[in-house]
C-alpha cells in the first residue's frame, strides 16, 4: 500500500478512469469515526452542450482498514474537469468507485449542484445505513439560495 502520489509530482489524469486512488491503512482501526472531504470547487462538463457544470460535493465516510489518501483523491476529482457526464452519473460514480475500492464500512456522498437554466440539482447516494453509534453531522451546504 505504497502511495503512487504522495511526496511525488503528479500530473492531473486526463479522465477519472486514468485516476488512481491510493488507499493507506486506516490509522485508528476498530474506531467508529467520521472522514469528511469536502470539495467546493469541483467541475465536470455537460455531455449535451460540453459547458462547464460545477458543484460542492461532500464525501462523508467511516473507514474500515483503509482511508483514502487526499492528494489521489484531488487528482481524481480533479480528472473530471474535462469529463463529460451528467450531475448523477459523476456524483454517484464518485461513491460508488470509493466504496468498492476502499470497502469503508459506509460512505455517502451529497453532490450540490450549482444552477444551468435556473434548477439546480442535488444528488445523494450512500452505501447503506450507517454504522450504530456513528456521529452523522449535516453535511453544512444550504438549500439553494445564492450558495456561496
Not at 27 to 41: H, M, N, V
Not at 77 to 94: K, M, P, Q, S
Not at 95 to 118: A, Q, S, T
Amino acid at each position: 500500500m505504497t502511495p503512487l502520489h504522495l511526496g511525488q509530482t503528479s500530473p492531473l489524469p486526463s479522465s477519472p478512469d486514468e485516476a488512481t486512488l491510493d488507499y493507506v491503512p486506516n490509522p485508528r482501526p476498530g474506531q467508529t469515526y467520521l472522514i469528511r472531504f469536502a470539495a467546493p470547487e469541483f467541475t465536470s462538463l455537460c455531455p449535451v452542450t460540453a459547458q462547464p457544470d460545477f458543484a460542492h460535493l461532500v464525501i462523508d465516510y467511516a473507514p474500515g482498514e483503509t482511508i483514502v489518501e487526499s492528494k489521489s483523491l484531488k487528482l481524481f476529482l480533479g480528472a473530471f474537469r474535462n469529463h463529460a457526464a451528467f450531475h448523477e452519473d459523476c456524483t454517484v460514480g464518485i461513491g460508488v468507485r470509493l466504496f468498492d475500492e476502499m470497502k469503508p464500512r459506509w460512505l455517502r456522498i451529497g453532490g450540490y449542484w450549482y444552477p444551468r437554466g435556473g434548477i439546480p440539482i442535488d444528488v445523494f447516494w450512500q452505501s447503506g445505513s450507517p454504522p450504530e453509534g456513528l456521529w452523522l453531522p449535516d453535511q453544512g451546504v444550504p438549500g439553494y439560495r445564492g450558495r456561496g
